[in-house]
């Protein structure tokens, strides 16, 4: 079974900033894909970020890296010079086959 | 539309009810998916469309639980017999091509409420 655990329920950071959220996951998969989305008040889930298990470099997109661990099965998501706008519950997310999973996500709140 | 449009936002039903929930894709899109999301937690998979193929209903909590996609691009949801633990924000998700198919992009959800 495939698992993805983000253990940090709440998590703040102050404006400009560095902050790095965790998430591990569980599979028994070779070929697979992790992301982490944004989920605003809104409720509309943005991508942020994807990384291919095969690829060792570790993807990044602006202010925004992570940390891929394969061996650990680790990918945690870098926050750099946070903004409000940053403000948002974050969903690690793993990708195999036809399937989604993800964790029951982390609360970022960016302070003034 | 420019993107994945559900509808309604909000529905509130009776316990026993039927509802229906409306998933329009982006235009092309190939691939569909609806999760359900519970208060405080991360969505889980229900169901999958390639085009109007329903190639995975793995994670459909109970045949009250039924998805179609007729024609291959608007997708409907179905709810029978509403019951309280049905109770959260359904989301649905598009996706390019059937090899990008974890490129994905989501609606803003429709919010249930079973009384």
């Known amino acids: 079974a495939q698992t993805v655990t983000q253990s940090q329920p709440e998590m703040s950071v102050q404006e400009a900033e560095t902050v790095t959220l965790s998430c591990t996951y569980d599979?028994?998969?070779?070929?697979?894909?992790l992301f982490w989305y944004k989920q605003p008040p809104s409720r509309q889930m943005i991508l942020v970020i994807r990384q291919e298990a095969y690829k060792q470099q570790n993807a990044t997109e602006n202010r925004f890296s992570v940390n891929f661990q394969k061996a650990a099965k680790s990918f945690s998501l870098k926050i750099s010079d946070s903004q409000l706008g940053d403000t948002a519950m974050y969903f690690c997310?793993?990708?195999?086959?036809?399937?989604?999973?993800f964790g029951t996500g982390t609360s970022l709140t960016v302070i003034p | 539309g420019a993107g994945v449009s559900q509808s309604p936002r909000y529905k509130v039903a009776k316990r026993g009810q039927d509802v229906a929930l409306r998933c329009d894709p982006i235009s092309g899109h190939v691939s569909l998916f609806w999760y359900q999301q519970a208060l405080g937690q991360g969505p889980e998979f229900l169901t999958y469309?390639?085009?109007?193929?329903?190639?995975?209903k793995s994670g459909l909590p109970s045949d009250r639980f039924f998805a179609e996609r007729p024609e291959g691009s608007v997708s409907t949801l179905k709810i029978q017999r509403t019951q309280q633990e049905d109770s959260a924000v359904y989301l649905c998700a598009s996706s390019p091509s059937a090899v990008l198919k974890n490129i994905q992009y989501f609606g803003a959800g429709t919010r249930l409420s079973v009384l």
């Open positions: 599979t028994s998969e070779s070929n697979y894909y």
């Open positions: 997310a793993f990708a195999t086959g036809n399937q989604f999973y």
């Open positions: 469309f390639q085009n109007e193929a329903q190639l995975d």
